[in-house]
């Protein structure tokens, strides 16, 4: 059976000799002794007062084997994958209702916690009632959702198209940048990611996620860095290479600048200081517009602010956004100026399932819990204590290079050797995994794959803080 499972995994994650992660040999040993019964005087997760109901579907093996027959061959991170059954807020639950502190799904789905409700109840009684296309006919939650998004915005930005994903956002932005302005070109930063579709893909810089897919027209600029960077945080000078693409690698006219104010998948890293405002003038000297994706910086995660964009004090053209904005819904939306949004009627841009009333109401629904529930204040004061938290770490644990993000947004990234910057690359993936089997999930990414992804649903309070650190400390000190 094990040549069963293992046969779909990438040969990444097999060992050399053939044997399945025989170069995690000593982790999966560690591993064991952690997840088994001799972990006392292990960190402890907060108490929390709610049981999953049983499990009595299929476990972890049988699913593997499923996944390898008729799942495509994908990897995974962790070795020793967990079958998740059930979630609560800023928990999850496996197989055998093992209780895990989700640090990462607040970014990847869920921005006010795991089943939240509210959210849930809303959902529930839409399905209910009606479920249909957005574009057919009227329906009042997508109307209402959308005056509620607009309220969050600045400026003029206040017409929203709705989207399945934040793929199609940033498609969609981007054919709406060249379609106003009657340019072609654009310009990406190196590191970002931006989505999986053919455009979005060739303004996506990442190694990683590049394939091979040619765009015509799409320029990557040199990423302002704050760590690896060249200029360290003056991002003014980063800027220059914008305005270099501009004069020798286009006509002096440019269709959109897309960027994250974080980058997310690209390992937490927020663009240096003064660099947005700078390159944003630029872009507007060459006629383009200014494409902010939110897609991980928005919906109050930052804390110090509602999107991203408003931390370096620029104001967009287009905005775009998915992922938590749904709380586990699948939804992704564009706002733009009535300006701008003209264009698309001179075109019939048509999306079946793009902001139905299910996920529009349950888009509301997010808004108006981080409303009530303070979840912005929270991601900030919660954010700094667990910053605080890890600076401290750093002070103990060589391999931690830096420290960084907004918020609840917190990138940590592991170096084997401070004064080179060497990404630890195959460290991350034993510590990770050691932490799991204490109980905590976070996130990895990164150009080198080697920085930690702290980005919990908003709910997350200091004591999960305390036992998050208190167990990357233990996981740091067996390495
Ligand atoms: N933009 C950013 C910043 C993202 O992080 C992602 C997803 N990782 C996307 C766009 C694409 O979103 P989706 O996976 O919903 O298509």
């Known amino acids: 059976m094990q040549r069963a499972v293992f046969r779909w995994l990438s040969p990444l994650r097999r060992g050399k000799n053939g044997s399945p992660f025989s170069g ?124 509620a998004l607009a309220s969050k915005m600045p400026g003029d930005l206040k017409v929203v198209f709705f989207t399945n994903s934040g793929t199609e956002a940033n498609e969609l932005a981007l054919m709406i940048a060249r379609l106003y ?14 989505g999986n579709a053919a455009g979005t893909m060739g303004a996506t810089a990442q190694s990683i996620w590049k394939y091979n897919v040619i765009q015509s027209g799409v320029h990557h600029a040199v990423n302002p860095d704050q760590y690896r960077g060249a200029f360290g945080s003056e991002g003014e000078k980063y800027a220059k290479d914008v305005q270099e693409i501009i004069d020798f690698g286009t006509s002096g006219r440019i ?39 939110e897609v991980q910086s928005g919906f109050a995660r930052t804390g110090s602010h509602f999107w991203g964009f408003e931390g370096h004090g620029v104001i967009p053209d287009i905005v775009t956004m998915a992922k938590g904005i749904g709380n586990g819904i699948p939804i992704g939306a564009v706002v733009t100026t009535p300006e701008i949004a003209e264009v698309l009627t001179r075109r019939n841009y048509f999306n079946t399932f793009g902001g139905n009333p299910v996920c529009t109401a349950a888009g509301h629904a997010v808004l108006r819990v981080i409303e009530k529930e303070k979840l912005q204040k929270n991601a900030s004061v919660v954010g700094s204590y667990l910053m605080d938290k890890l600076k401290k770490l750093q002070e103990k644990h060589e391999i931690i290079g830096d420290v960084r993000g907004r918020g609840l ?38 150009y080198y794959g080697n920085v930690f992804r702290i980005t919990p649903p908003l709910c997350f309070t200091k004591e999960d803080t305390d036992f998050l650190v208190d167990v990357m400390d233990v996981a740091m000190s067996k390495l």
Do not use: W
């Not at 999966?28 to 108490?47: I, Y």
């Not at 195959?426 to 995994?433: G, K, P």
């Open 255 to 293: 269709a959109a600048f897309i960027s994250e104010a974080i980058q997310g998948v690209g390992g937490i890293m927020e663009l240096a200081p003064g660099y947005l405002p700078a390159v944003y003038k630029t872009i507007k000297n060459a006629g383009g517009l200014c494409i902010a994706d």
């Open 181 to 194: 302005t009657g340019c072609h070109d654009i310009i990406s930063i190196r590191n970002a990611y931006h």
């Open 24 to 147: 995690l040999a000593a982790a999966q040993a560690e591993v064991e002794t952690l997840s088994g019964k001799n972990n006392a005087g292990l960190p402890k997760l907060p108490p929390f007062d709610y049981s999953p109901p049983p499990y009595d579907g299929a476990r972890t093996a049988e699913i593997l084997l499923k996944r390898s027959e008729f799942l495509s061959p994908l990897s995974y991170i962790y070795t020793r994958i967990l079958n998740v059954v059930d979630g609560k807020m800023q928990y999850l639950y496996d197989e055998d209702g093992k209780r895990y502190l989700d640090a990462f799904g607040g970014i990847a789905t869920v921005c006010c916690g795991h089943c939240h409700p509210e959210v849930v109840e809303v959902i529930v009684n839409q399905i209910k009632r009606i479920q249909h296309s957005t574009v057919l006919y009227l329906n009042h939650a997508i109307a209402d959702f959308a005056e």
């Open 409 to 446: 947004m917190i990138g940590v990234e592991l170096v084997s050797d401070r004064q080179e910057k060497t990404p630890a690359k195959a460290e991350i993936l034993h510590i990770l995994e050691l932490m799991k089997e204490m109980g905590v999930l976070i996130g990895k990414g990164g």
